[in-house]
């Protein structure tokens, strides 16, 4: 069974700081997508991720897939409110379907 | 352009009640469908998923079931709901098991 651990658990900064959030696997995976949900919606996809040692940036959102595509990690500069919500992060495997992570929460204060 | 429809959008149901959550996609054919189970401020759990009519893969053994009766119709349902059942249901589709999934709005459900 494929897991992903994302850390940390919950994240309560002000806003303007930076901040990371980890995906973590002992298993490989094909690409890894990162979504966002809002309080009381469905989670959005923000990016997919598909070569190892990939980075893509999305304004003050910039992704990393890992070298050996286990891991992954969003990184946010000059957190602004407005980016309050749960990040999942999601690996698809093989011919397997699709696996969530554990989420992280993340509060950013004015 | 693709959507998605849950309803309803929030649901006060007493212990021991029936349940029917209903979700349809428009503007794509043969989707794959799910249902998920989220707990407040925690992750995505995996209830049920279908790649066709008829074609249910259940990931927890659960009071819960779910059927698809047409291409782009999903229904959650129970016969008893418990106290554990409360929480957020979300759907989704894809076009595959491992391309985006799109959600829906969701539907809240508070068992009393």
């Known amino acids: 069974t494929q897991l992903l651990e994302q850390s940390p658990q919950f994240l309560s900064i002000q806003e303007g700081e930076n901040l990371t959030v980890y995906c973590n696997s002992s298993s490989v995976f094909s690409s890894l997508q990162w979504y966002r949900q809002e309080p009381g919606e469905g989670p959005v996809l923000l990016v997919t991720v598909v070569t190892g040692g990939e980075v893509k940036k999305l304004k003050r959102l910039t992704f990393q897939f890992g070298d050996a595509r286990k891991d992954s990690s969003l990184h946010i500069t000059a957190a602004q409110p407005g980016d309050t919500g749960l990040y999942l992060c999601?690996?698809?495997?093989?011919?397997?379907?699709?696996?969530f992570g554990t989420g992280t929460r993340l509060l950013v204060s004015p | 352009s693709q959507t998605i429809h849950q309803w309803p959008a929030t649901l006060v149901q007493p212990v021991g009640s029936p349940l029917s959550l209903e979700c349809t996609v428009e503007?794509?054919?043969?989707?794959?469908l799910y249902w998920y189970r989220q707990a407040a401020g925690r992750g995505l759990q995996l209830l049920f998923y279908s790649v066709g009519i008829g074609q249910i893969s259940s990931e927890v053994p659960q009071n819960l079931s779910a059927s698809r009766p047409q291409d782009r119709q999903f229904i959650l349902s129970s016969k008893k709901l418990l106290l554990s059942d409360s929480g957020f249901y979300l759907c989704?589709?894809?076009?595959?098991?491992?391309?985006?999934?799109?959600f829906g709005p969701g539907t809240r459900l508070t068992v009393l």
């Open positions: 999601a690996g698809a495997g093989g011919f397997q379907k699709l696996v």
């Open positions: 989704a589709w894809s076009v595959t098991l491992v391309h985006e999934q799109f």
């Open positions: 503007g794509t054919s043969n989707p794959n």
